[in-house]
């Protein structure tokens, strides 16, 4: 190798010419490239997530100010970490809001996450949350945790609500949604993006190009759909891993019976409406309204990424709807409820909503209120309510609940059991039979035929008489098991 490095370009060109195949690759020649010069740091910095910065920024004023009140002036990376131990302890047990009361347990320790990535971007070798030194901290933020629970804090609030069909209905009324001018028009497309597609709002959708939508045709039904067909950084796919990638590319097809909810119709709208400056792939996908003339709605200028936050604000503001609760989350919530609603399984639900794993759909979504009353009415054994019973336990098959005195109203004349009690029926899995019986006989009096032998008949064959205490015995079977070897 240091032979190689010692010598000069046409002695490499004469290496590589003789063992380069150049009727596969070409002429192949030792230059000298051009390589960007970017300092890593601040590549770095550069790319850092901004909301994870802006918080962890906010968040380091108030432990400075903290810090300051306890007469400590130096920087939380030059404390000793058995000093910023005890600071950081007497911080969790102090920390109050300006009012007076006590923060939700997860915003404490997101402070403590804050200082302890700044510790990190400070180069310090310390871990708040893996040194022994630490295990104080860690312990004492736990019981605050548990202490704040206790106290009913930690259940989230404020938390977004699912978007109902009523609030879509009011939105459509009121003309926030359908096809009626752009901030209609907009609003439209970002509910296709945030239901059918299952993006994000904010970043995912202010990343987006018009390219990455694309407007195809099934070839066997000659249908027009909507296809996400390149997706960008998301939340769970940030790139950090290159075979991570989305392997189901959802879909939108057309609506027939209201063309204000037709996403091909409105997407079709949306590509007449905008600059043709602004059709090319790389092009971003929201724009603002406001172009000025009746052919060209928006402008050449993408949706600012805090306009793509407040969407929600304006279309709850046009449609007079005053729920603090419905946010933009509300319409990704809405994808998953209403997928689960209607019986889609978990693994095909979040092949469209994005998420890694199915466990994280539960955050979404909730049983509904009809699901619940049914609940409600099964615990009170509410006989009348037999709809409710059934969709509940419309999973169990048929074959597996039935009691023995079924069996035995569903047989002949002389009660006897039919015969293939398991006829058509499919089991799934292990499956446990209950056999109960609500007549006074057991199954073995059921199974045993009595018998009044009539002396006075000349035959002698013996006459049945359902009446007769005498029984015929039986004799027991034993039952072989099956052999795991083939011979005999």
Not at 26 to 55: C, H, M, S, W, Y
Not at 90 to 119: A, N, V
Not at 375 to 384: G, P, Q, T, V
Not at 407 to 429: E, I, M, T, W
């Amino acid at each position: 190798m240091e032979e190689l490095a010692n010598l000069d370009a046409s002695a490499l060109d004469d290496i590589f010419n003789n063992f380069y195949d150049k009727e596969e690759y070409g002429d192949f020649q030792v230059a000298n490239r051009n390589f960007r010069e970017i300092d890593p740091d601040d590549f770095l910095l550069e790319n850092e997530n901004k909301n994870t910065k802006r918080k962890t920024e906010s968040d380091m004023k108030l432990f400075m100010s903290f810090l300051m009140a306890k007469n400590e002036a130096r920087l939380p990376e030059y404390i000793p970490p058995d000093e910023l131990n005890h600071l950081l302890c007497t911080f969790i047990l102090g920390i109050t809001k300006k009012d007076g009361s006590e923060y939700e347990p997860t915003t404490i320790r997101g402070f403590i996450s804050s200082i302890d990535r700044h510790l990190k971007s400070k180069s310090s070798h310390v871990s708040i949350f893996k040194d022994v030194e630490f295990s104080k901290t860690r312990a004492v933020l736990t019981k605050k945790q548990q202490q704040l629970k206790s106290l009913g804090l930690g259940n989230k609030p404020k938390t977004a609500e699912v978007l109902d069909d009523a609030t879509l209905d009011k939105m459509y009324e009121n003309g926030t949604l359908g096809d009626g001018n752009p901030r209609a028009l907009i609003h439209s497309m970002w509910l296709i993006c945030t239901s059918y597609f299952g993006m994000r709002t904010g970043k995912e959708c202010h990343d987006l190009c018009w390219g990455d939508v694309q407007l195809c045709i099934d070839e066997v039904t000659g249908q027009e759909f909507l296809m996400y067909d390149k997706e960008r950084q998301t939340k769970t796919r940030s790139g950090c891993n290159p075979r991570d990638t989305r392997t189901v590319k959802p879909k939108a097809f057309g609506n027939d019976e209201d063309t204000r909810k037709c996403p091909i119709h409105l997407y079709k709208m949306y590509r007449d409406k905008r600059p043709e400056s602004m059709c090319s792939d790389e092009s971003p996908f929201f724009l603002t309204p406001g172009g000025g003339t009746q052919k060209s709605w928006y402008r050449k200028a993408p949706m600012g990424i805090n306009k793509l936050h407040n969407i929600m604000n304006d279309m709850k503001s046009d449609a007079n709807i005053t729920n603090s609760r419905i946010t933009p989350y509300s319409s990704r919530k809405r994808l998953i409820q209403k997928l689960q609603d209607e019986g889609v399984p978990a693994n095909q639900i979040v092949q469209i909503s994005g998420h890694k794993n199915i466990n994280s759909i539960n955050n979404y979504s909730k049983i509904n209120n009809d699901q619940s009353k049914n609940i409600s009415d099964i615990l009170s054994n509410k006989i009348s309510n037999t709809h409710s019973d059934l969709q509940v336990r419309s999973s169990t098959p048929k074959s597996a609940s039935m009691t023995m005195s079924d069996c035995v109203r569903a047989g002949d004349n002389n009660g006897k059991p039919p015969q293939g009690l398991f006829a058509y029926s499919h089991f799934n899995g292990n499956v446990t039979f209950n056999f109960n019986s609500s007549i006074s006989e057991s199954l073995s009096q059921m199974s045993a035929v009595t018998l009044n032998r009539n002396t006075s008949s000349a035959s002698g064959s013996a006459v049945v008489d359902p009446c007769s205490p005498i029984i015929r015995p039986y004799k027991r079977i034993r039952m072989l098991p099956d052999s795991d070897t083939d011979s005999n």
